[in-house]
């Protein structure tokens, strides 16, 4: 018969199947080891790296202060450069001049009657040759001079970076002109706001919208101007309606004439229906009385439309009044077959 074993703790269990605990856990305790080892390690790497990066930085902001005192340094001879050249250039003026008049004074003295002219002459001749002479010298001493500082400048590479130089003063002056130009058009525009000239606020920042075109300042005024636009638009579209509707019964075509005159794009779905319905109302009233017989209605959108009818029993259908549809729908104007197909009966 088998004998039972009790067993009390994973240590009697481990010595049960002869395994040494010590040595099954060591493996653990080990990986935690390495790994506070590695953590230790990274840190100290990172921390170097970061010391590092920042003796770089200094480096490079010393380089780069360097290198700018050289570049002013080096234009500063190319202006020196150009003195020299522009020195050698006015000295081969006077030397040229001086010629001319040495030739001149010798010639006269050449030709002279008076003896005293003669001697004149030849004085003049002395002093312009001593003239000649000395500008000859001295563009010559010049043209050495600048030869010798061409020697050790990178010529091309000096005009080359103050062009660079000159081309950036001027974007930087067309950048300030363009800054002064929005600056004073906003202020205008916001005064012209203020006295409620929409349409000069507008015609001011159209100047300079161009060059501006995210500019949110200007958005914004935009976007002010344009709501102050849509109210008076309809405030004066309400009042038309409710004079339309009282003008409805006993004169429709009053009524017909003050709708198809507004400006409808843009107004609010609900008043827009509301103008299309109470103007098409009026143009069948005014179509009854008027005998026009079987008047159409063609809408493309809502809150836009024609009525149209036939000038005589077989002619072609023309305008009757248009709402919204621009001034090719003037009243009397022909209309295309393809939209009297469109058309629905005007009711």
């Known amino acids: 018969m088998s004998q039972s074993i009790v067993l009390k703790s994973f240590a009697e269990l481990a ?3 002869g395994v040494d605990e010590t040595l099954e856990m060591q493996p653990s305790a080990a990986s935690e080891e390495i790994e506070a080892s590695r953590c230790v390690e990274l840190t100290s790497d990172l921390a170097g790296l970061l010391t590092k990066l920042e003796a770089a930085s200094a480096m490079l902001a010393t380089v780069a202060r360097q290198d700018q005192e050289a570049r002013t340094l080096a234009l500063r001879d190319l202006a020196q450069y ?3 050249v522009a020195q050698q250039r006015q000295a081969e003026q006077a030397q040229a001049r001086a010629h001319q008049v040495r030739s001149e004074a010798e010639a006269l003295a050449a030709d002279a009657f008076a003896t005293e002219a003669c001697t004149a002459a030849g004085k003049v001749a002395e002093l312009a040759r001593k003239a000649e002479d000395a500008a000859a010298a001295l563009a010559q001493q010049r043209q050495v001079e600048a030869e010798h500082l061409v020697t050790r400048l990178d010529l091309e590479r000096l005009l080359a970076e ?25 202020a205008r525009a916001r005064s012209a706001l203020d006295a409620g000239q929409c349409q000069e606020a507008r015609e001011l920042l159209a100047l300079v919208c161009s060059e501006n075109p ?3 300042e200007i958005a914004s005024l935009m976007s002010i101007m344009a709501q102050r636009e849509l109210t008076v638009k309809v405030t004066a579209a309400e009042e038309a309606l409710w004079a339309a509707r009282r003008e409805y019964r006993r004169d ?5 004439q003050r709708l198809q005159s507004l400006d409808v794009a843009g107004l609010p779905d609900p008043l827009a229906r509301q103008i299309f319905g109470a103007w098409a109302g009026a143009c069948a009233r005014l179509c009854r009385e008027s005998e026009i017989a079987a008047p159409l209605r063609y809408a493309p959108e809502p809150g836009r439309g024609v009525v149209i009818a036939r000038e005589s029993p077989d002619g072609d259908y023309v305008v009757v009044s248009a709402l919204g549809m621009g001034r090719s729908w003037q009243n009397g104007t022909r209309v295309s077959a393809r939209q009297v ?5 005007l009711r």
């Open 214 to 216: 995210d500019n949110p």
């Open 162 to 186: 103050r062009r660079r130089q000159e081309e950036a003063e001027k974007a930087k002056a067309a950048e300030a002109e363009r800054a002064r130009r929005l600056s004073d058009a906003l």
């Open 341 to 345: 197909e469109r058309a629905r009966p």
């Open 252 to 256: 429709p075509a009053a009524a017909v």
């Open 15 to 17: 010595t049960a199947l």
């Open 82 to 84: 150009d003195a020299l």
